[in-house]
């Protein structure tokens, strides 16, 4: 018989990721129209009903996919004429579906969109989240000049349909040739985001702390996506330019752990990450091969990643949910088609095969 102590040593290191190689996807075409499903956002209301905006790189126009009755409708939102006005879809209280894109923020009213001016001034690209209370919180990103350009980055908040408390966040000398970022709000309604600009400047985390904005620089990185873990700290993932590599990157009391999570090839591009028990999902584009991948990460030692979709060049701008059933559902563009395209899965996501916790009491009985 074993000894107590080395039985549980054994069993605390069976806990693992399981990877999610062994879900059925369901690959649907949504929009066939050239260079559709170009910055895909998508949000799933408490149906579990997906809301995607992403523009038409062609005519530039914003356009809403949902899913109605079983089968895709798909609308025009609003007509911009820059790519690098990427838009982020939220779901207000009530299930309305909304999105912020270039400092502005839509707000479907029956079948039109209302917009309202998040007051920011950033032309470029913003995004925003919904926190427990329901206000809105949002940031963004522009310039101005010629030759030496000056970025900046601002923040508001949203309450009851009204934008105030606008911010500077950030007022330097640089040009947003890539611009992306992403936001969460915490339990206490503190919004947490990362901020990419281009592959000449160090990703940023963004935080607020009782009423004080903060920024912590990490390396260069693109294509950022943040969400928090159990205990409320960040996780970044983005794509690391300089190595092509996924990057995960967490911050406990000793700062921040920069972990490389996929290295095979030039993969990384267009993170979306989603906590769900702790875990972090992240889908992203592997450029190589063309394909869609999911990644799995629990801590720098625990992760494991996995192909979705091969069928062509595919997995540009992804953009991940995870349903209340946990089973994950992604938007993303066929690149090589030039067609938005949504996987889902058939069964949810497996996590850890068994925690420490069950565990012993597995070994008391």
């Known amino acids: ?45 408490s149906q579990g009903t997906p809301h995607i905006i992403y523009l038409v790189q062609s005519s530039g126009d914003f356009r ?25 879809t939220v779901i207000l209280p009530g299930d309305v579906p909304a999105f912020s894109a270039a400092g502005d923020f839509f707000v479907r009213t ?20 919904v926190g427990p209370d329901g206000a809105v ?27 105030s408390e606008q911010k500077l966040l ?13 936001m969460i709000v915490d339990a206490n ?6 901020v990419t600009t281009t592959n000449t400047e160090p990703l940023r985390y963004w935080h607020r702390e009782n009423g004080v904005w903060l920024s912590e620089p990490l390396s260069l990185g693109l294509w950022s996506s943040i969400a928090l873990d159990a205990q409320g700290s960040p996780r970044i993932s983005f ?17 921040w752990t920069l972990t490389p999570i996929d290295e095979t090839g030039d993969v990384g ?28 990460f629990v801590s720098p030692n625990q992760f494991s990643t996995t192909t979705v979709d091969t069928n062509g060049d595919v997995g540009a701008w992804t953009s991940l949910a995870i349903d209340a059933q946990g089973r994950p559902q992604i938007a993303y563009q066929d690149a090589g088609n030039g067609q938005l395209k949504y996987a889902s899965g058939a069964v949810p996501l497996a996590t850890r095969s068994s925690t420490l916790g069950g565990l012993k009491a597995l070994y008391r009985h």
């Open 1 to 45: 018989m074993f000894p107590r102590a080395l039985l549980v040593a054994l069993l605390v290191f069976t806990v693992f990721v399981a990877p999610a190689a062994a879900i059925d996807w369901q690959i649907e075409t949504i929009d066939v129209i050239h260079t559709s499903g170009f910055r895909a956002s998508l949000a799933l209301d």
């Open 64 to 88: 809403y996919a949902t899913r109605v009755s079983g089968a895709w409708s798909v609308q025009l939102a609003h007509a911009h004429l820059d790519s690098r006005m990427g838009p982020t």
């Open 110 to 129: 029956g079948p039109s969109w209302l917009n309202e001016d998040m007051g920011t001034d950033g032309f470029w690209c913003s995004t925003a989240a």
């Open 137 to 163: 919180q949002g940031i963004s990103q522009g310039s101005f000049g010629s030759g030496a350009y000056i970025g900046f980055l601002n923040a508001a908040e949203r309450h009851e349909g009204v934008w």
């Open 170 to 182: 950030m007022n330097t000398v640089f040009y947003p040739l890539q611009p992306s970022e992403s």
């Open 189 to 194: 309604g503190n919004p947490h985001a990362s």
């Open 239 to 255: 794509y690391d330019a300089a190595e092509q590599n996924l990057v995960v990157a967490t911050r406990d009391a000793n700062g």
């Open 269 to 296: 591009l267009y993170t979306s990450q989603v906590v769900r028990n702790n875990v972090s999902y992240v889908s992203y584009y592997d450029k190589t091969n063309g394909d869609l991948k999911l990644a799995t």
